[in-house]
């Protein structure tokens, strides 16, 4: 099984940009889809943005979209999230995902991810 390990939270007024890093490590031959989740205080985890390892599609959360970037380098197995025009509603903990599973479209669900990071606290300030 592959470890994550999340970094680049911290805190930042609304308008400005952050990037998020989460290195694999262990068997991540055996990655085909990685993701980012966020759980803000008393609300559910939920769905960010996600990458086949391949490159072959990303997606992204309606109320990110066009202001997050999903990336990767294969050669550092490290995935990417740079984060731009932030909101304080974007303020929550930030989850790296991984899973074998494979979808054309990417996988938005977070049942389909197996192997997850311990997270790193992002706060907007409004």
């Known amino acids: 099984q592959e470890q994550l390990v999340e970094s680049g939270g911290g805190l930042v007024q609304a308008g400005g940009s952050l990037r998020l890093s989460c290195a694999a490590s262990?068997?991540?031959?055996?990655?085909?889809?990685m993701g980012w989740f966020r759980q803000a205080p008393g609300k559910e985890r939920e769905f960010v943005a996600c990458?086949?390892?391949?490159?072959?599609?990303?997606s992204y959360a309606d109320s990110v979209s066009g202001r997050f970037t999903i990336s990767r380098d294969n050669a550092k197995s490290t995935l990417y999230l740079q984060m731009n025009s932030l909101k304080a509603e974007d303020t929550a903990i930030y989850y790296c995902?991984?899973?074998?599973?494979?979808?054309?479209?990417?996988?938005?669900?977070?049942?389909?991810?197996?192997?997850w990071g311990q997270g790193t606290q992002v706060t907007v300030s409004s």
């Open positions: 990458m086949n390892w391949n490159g072959a599609a990303t």
């Open positions: 262990g068997r991540t031959l055996s990655i085909n889809t």
């Open positions: 995902a991984s899973t074998r599973l494979y979808a054309p479209t990417c996988l938005r669900a977070i049942g389909d991810y197996f192997s």
